[in-house]
């Protein structure tokens, strides 16, 4: 960090003087040291100075400008928040949403943050990554006291820095977190990107614990989370992502998951991470992957070009993070006969649903569930049952695309689609 992006968030007089020259080892990278300096620079509209991010199943948060001062408010309150159809869990969350709507800005202005408690606990709010005076970084008992219920804090402070950031509780993190209480922070560079990606979406991960027919997420579960979520959704419901084919993609990935860090991979396509919330990485790193974790308290950006049309999964490759409630806890019965248990069980648990049986995983997708509680896996795709849902979405790309209007299954052109083989081929190719 360099004196004038210490005096900056110091505003003590002085501070140069005392830091006139760092050693190299904690200068700011380049980006950040650009984005210095006071007076804030003006506050950056979306359309003129940043082209807004899509933040999928969710939005942005509004704000006014205030004498040059870019003014949010939050409000932390309970919310009913439907995760699917047929799933809801009455959760903690900011202006009526689960997780709280996105907030953008652009580096160099200065952001004022009111933040009204509706709930009937304390809390505070912490920026993530974000470099603020030490007062401002919201974790309550150390830098403020906690915001009682019924009151509103003021944070302000300059953004000097762009990036991929996050905002969450961070008071009685454990419980508050794991009820929704965080949200997605993205700051835009101040100098307009000489060529934006097509595509900037955002996706925040979490975990929950919400055992079938309950009402309320457990905040003391540390191991055994069921409801595994993007942007707080989980597939069916997760809003897919499009691209033209060609065009360049970026996807920020946020995850404030309670104990889980999330390999989020992506199908068909291989991916450079250009961005942590740390700060960007140089051009020059070229290694490519399909594959990156987001461990938990971090964000990955990601860019690829869309290059191949079609259905694209991007999804978390943990194979139970890609299950929801019901597939947690029940016995192996792999292998095992289940015409007697499947007789037995239905008596008592109407929602039994044998695994590899064709009222179970793989059959009837339909089985009876408990009430408010969705079926261990999957939702329905174009040629049958999609085995995969919680941490799961679709990237489609096309090679024609009507903004805002959702493509689609993709229509495999003849002969680009796994069939059953014909006895004819099989005999062709020697296959018994
Ligand atoms: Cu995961």
Redesign the pocket.
């Known amino acids: 960090m360099d004196a004038s992006r210490r005096q900056v968030l110091t505003s003590t007089l002085g501070a140069a003087a005392l830091f006139p020259a760092l050693p190299p080892l904690f200068a700011a990278p380049a980006a950040a040291r650009s984005s210095t300096g006071s007076p804030p620079r003006e506050p950056g509209l979306p359309g003129r100075d940043y082209r807004p991010v899509v933040t999928p199943n969710s939005v942005a948060l509004p704000f006014r400008i205030v004498d040059g001062v870019k003014v949010f408010h939050l409000v932390a309150e309970p919310v009913e928040h439907e995760f699917a159809p047929g799933l809801a869990a009455t959760c903690w969350g900011y202006n009526g949403r689960v997780h709280g709507p996105t907030i953008e800005a652009v580096e160099g202005e200065r952001v004022r943050i009111y933040v009204t408690n509706r709930l009937d606990v304390a809390t505070s709010v912490h920026w993530h990554g974000l470099a603020v005076p030490n007062g401002m970084d919201g974790v309550g008992g150390l830098h403020q006291r906690s915001i009682e219920p019924g009151t509103t804090f003021r944070y302000e402070f300059q953004l000097v820095q762009h990036g991929t950031f996050l905002y969450h509780s961070h008071h009685d993190e454990m419980a508050q977190m794991a009820l929704g209480m965080m949200g997605l922070f993205v700051v835009h560079p101040r100098q307009p990107e000489p060529e934006p990606p097509a595509r900037d979406y955002a996706i925040l991960?979490s975990e929950w614990k919400i055992r079938p027919g309950e009402r309320r997420p457990d905040p003391n579960e540390m191991a055994d989370f069921n409801v595994?979520t993007m942007n707080a959704k989980i597939h069916p419901a997760t809003q897919n992502l499009v691209a033209r084919t060609g065009e360049r993609v970026r996807i920020r990935l946020g995850n404030l998951s309670a104990m889980?860090?999330?390999?989020i991979h992506l199908h068909g396509h291989s991916f450079r991470v250009v961005a942590t919330d740390g700060g960007p990485l140089p051009e020059t790193n070229g290694w490519r992957e399909t594959s990156i974790l987001v461990p938990t308290g971090s964000t990955r950006t990601i860019e690829f070009t869309a290059e191949l049309p079609g259905d694209w999964p991007l999804h978390?490759?943990?194979t139970h993070?890609v299950m929801t409630q019901m597939g947690h806890g029940i016995p192996n019965t792999v292998g095992v006969d289940l015409a007697h248990f499947d007789r037995a069980l239905y008596a008592h648990v109407p929602a039994y649903a044998a695994m590899g049986e064709e009222t179970g995983m793989g059959g009837d997708h339909d089985a009876l569930v408990p009430a408010n509680s969705l079926p261990m896996i999957g939702s329905r795709g174009p040629f049958g049952l999609i085995t995969m849902s919680g941490?799961f979405t679709i990237v489609k790309v096309r090679d024609d695309l009507t903004e805002g209007v959702e493509p689609g299954w993709y229509a495999h052109p003849p002969g680009t689609q796994a069939v059953r083989a014909s006895p004819e081929e099989l005999q062709r190719d020697g296959i018994e």
């Open positions: 991960l595994l889980s860090h999330h390999p978390c490759h943990m993070h941490m």
